[in-house]
C-alpha cells in the first residue's frame, strides 16, 4: 500500500495550522480539495486520520502518517540541495521540542550557527522537559530535548547532560518568611511554572516539606518566572546560569537545601538525514559546555 505524498502532506499542514481551511491557506488549495485528500487517504488506509475538532490533530494513526510526510520533506530537501537543484534555495524548517528553560538559557546557540551557514529554519515547540518526547511519538518534531533516557520507538537517543537547578528567594523574601531553614517553607509562597511542573515539589519533597501544603503562584513563562522570583512574589528554581549572577549580585540568596539536577537527552528520528546529523552535533557541543555532565 502506497501512501500518496500530497496527502500527507496535506495532514501534517492541517495538523500544523489546527484547521482545514488554514491548511488549504498554506497550501494555496481550496478548503474542499484539502477535505477531498483526507477523506481519500483515510478510506485508502482503512483508518480514522484526523481528530475534526478545533484544533485539529491527527490521531494514533494520522500521526505515522504526519511524521512520514515530515521525514519525506527532509529528505527531498537534502536530496535538492545534493543535486544543486534551484528549490535548494528554499529553507527546510526543522521541528524540535524543547523545555523552557533550556530555551532560555542554553539551546538558541547552537540552532543560530546551525542558520548562519545552513538552509534551514527553526519550528520549535516549547513544552515541560518530562513531556517533550510525546511530541516525537505524535509526529509533531523531528528531534526533540526530553527527560526521557529511553528511545521514542523510531528514535534515537543521546545523553545532552544535567541542567542544574537552584532554590533561590529575594533576601528581603527569605526573611519575611523565615526561610533560613526549612520552618518556614510550608506557608511561604511558591511560584510555579504550571501545573505539570513539578520542579519546585520535588525540592520540598527533598527538604520534608509537604509540596501540597504550600501555596502557589503560577507564572508560565520562564522569563517571566524569574522575574516573579526576583520581584520576590514567591520563591522558585532557577536554572544555575540564571541564578549565580544574582546571588553574587545580592539581589537573589540560595536557600538551604540542595541543587536539583534535571538529566537532560536529545532525541531524533532515527532518520539518515545530514541537516538533524548536523543541529544534534551542535546542540551536543553546547550542551557539553553549558549543562553538567550526567
Not at 237 to 254: D, Y
Request: charged fraction near 20%; charge should be negative; hydrophobic fraction near 45%.
Amino acid at each position: 500500500m502506497q501512501i500518496p505524498l500530497e496527502s500527507a502532506e496535506t495532514l501534517a499542514a492541517i495538523v500544523d495550522e489546527g484547521s482545514m481551511d488554514a491548511a488549504a491557506r498554506r497550501l494555496r488549495v481550496t478548503p474542499s480539495a484539502v477535505s477531498q485528500r483526507v477523506k481519500t487517504l483515510e478510506e485508502t488506509l482503512g483508518r480514522v486520520l484526523l481528530v475534526r475538532a478545533k484544533p485539529a490533530r491527527a490521531t494514533s494513526a494520522g500521526a505515522v502518517v504526519v511524521r512520514l510526510a515530515r521525514q519525506m520533506a527532509l529528505v527531498q530537501h537534502e536530496a535538492t540541495v545534493e543535486l544543486g537543484a534551484e528549490e535548494a534555495d528554499v529553507r527546510v524548517s526543522v521541528a524540535i521540542a524543547v523545555n523552557a528553560d533550556s530555551l532560555a538559557t542554553w539551546f538558541l546557540r547552537p540552532l543560530a550557527r546551525v542558520a548562519e551557514v545552513h538552509p534551514v529554519v527553526f519550528d520549535l515547540q516549547r513544552d515541560d522537559q518530562d513531556h517533550t518526547a510525546t511530541l516525537l511519538e505524535s509526529g509533531v518534531v523531528l528531534a526533540a530535548v526530553t527527560s526521557a533516557a529511553n528511545a521514542v520507538s523510531g528514535c534515537r537517543v543521546d545523553p545532552l547532560g544535567a541542567l542544574r537547578y537552584l532554590p533561590v528567594a529575594t533576601p528581603a523574601f527569605a526573611s519575611r518568611w523565615g526561610l533560613a531553614d526549612a520552618g518556614g517553607l510550608g506557608t511561604a509562597p511558591v511560584v510555579q511554572y504550571d501545573r505539570r511542573d513539578d520542579l519546585q515539589n520535588r525540592w520540598l519533597r527533598a527538604v520534608r516539606v509537604d509540596p501540597g501544603a504550600v501555596p502557589a503562584h503560577y507564572v508560565p513563562s520562564s522569563g517571566e518566572f524569574a522575574t516573579a522570583i526576583r520581584l520576590g512574589l514567591g520563591w522558585g528554581m532557577l536554572p544555575e546560569s540564571q541564578a549565580l549572577p544574582a546571588i553574587r549580585s545580592g539581589e537573589l540568596e540560595k536557600l538551604d537545601g540542595p541543587p536539583v539536577d534535571v538529566p537532560l537527552y536529545w532525541q531524533q528520528w532515527n532518520l539518515r538525514s545530514t541537516t538533524l546529523d548536523i543541529v544534534a552535533a551542535e546542540v551536543a557541543a553546547e550542551a557539553g559546555r553549558a549543562l553538567r555532565r550526567l
